[in-house]
């Protein structure tokens, strides 16, 4: 942030810099947020509850920065956070309230505010960060990123997108994972940037739980991959169905994906099957297999679960599946991990009779699990 050294402005309205506070959160922070429904955004004040300095918007979930160094050429940058410089931030204050000066500071101050709903709503949902996720405070979320990304033998730089990144590093003999939320320059979304709809920046977020939750525990412990079953790529696809769940859960709104991509087929509110074709899909080991759409049809099949048994009691169960999969025997066989859709859908049922209370509506989830699983719900 720019540091004004010889004048303050004297108004109502103070620039932050002047006195170089931190000003540690709850604040309130003008914000691009959902405002309801039909992909409606608006700039608006809103509290950010997590933050530690608001000149570096650093806080409990990380903080915003960019870089001037392409990640894709320069990937060491991802061990040590060399390259990576803290966003040029200016605002207004009034009382406990800050105003972004610039499209600049408003679209980082968003992209803090988007990963803090993610928070919010999995720590809502029983999540123990400070078990789960020790280095958080950490985490980069990188504000307009530079990238590039190989398409055969040429390289394109990324953009209209938005992703999440768990990088293992080693240091002494030591590995350990940093981190980071890319959100890249938008050039052809016209509607709302990825890196500005909520629902996609909790989708991201909630890779980062599934990794914490899931992933690094069963890639260390585990024996991937099974020959029988296409487990890699069920389990690819589950972590994306689980993140476009509670991107609903974080917006309310089934249909945000659609806000950024209109075409794309991940509206929650439309059934959708694992049909033959779709299971033939899950087992490509060419390359082809899109975890996407396996993801999209678990998210809405678990929409229509929460429509029986309330949104808020599926998204804690989902919570608990991703922390228990690793002693689910559907799933575990020994130290071999062996499951398809199926299998996890076991799982997950069995967790909600024992631990969600559901009573009688325990018929009406099996019901939608038979109906929508098609080959993998024959074993309900």
Known sequence: MKILSTFCLLSALVLVGCSQEKSAGPINAMVINYSGSACKFSVSEKPIYTLDSITDMRGAVGRVVRNDLDISSR?????????????????????????ALDSNTLFATSLYYSIEQGYLTFQKFGVDFGQAVPNLYETRIVHNAIAGRKNGVSLYEINDNAEFLAHQYTVNGQVGVRNFFFSYPTNEVKDVPLGLNIGVMVHEFSHLVFNSLYFQNAYTNFDFLNTNKPTDNTFVALDEGMADYFGFMATG?????????????RNLTIPKAFTQDVVSRMALTDGSFDSHEGGAIWASIQ?????????????????????????????????????????????????????????????DVRAIYQKYLGTYGGRF
């Open 75 to 99: 990937p060491d940058i991802l061990d040590d956070y060399f390259g990576f410089k803290p966003v040029d931030l200016q605002f207004s204050k009034s009382g406990t309230s800050y105003g």
């Open 253 to 265: 709104d089934p249909m945000f994906f659609q806000c950024s991509f209109p075409e794309e087929n």
């Open 303 to 363: 929409y229509e679960i929460g429509t029986r048994i309330g949104y808020d009691v599926n998204a804690r169960s989902l919570v608990q599946l991703m922390s228990n999969l690793s002693q689910c025997p559907d799933v575990i066989n020994g130290t071999n991990v062996s499951a398809d859709f199926g299998d996890i859908a076991r799982c997950h049922f069995n967790l909600l009779n024992t631990r969600g209370n559901i009573g009688s509506q325990a018929n």
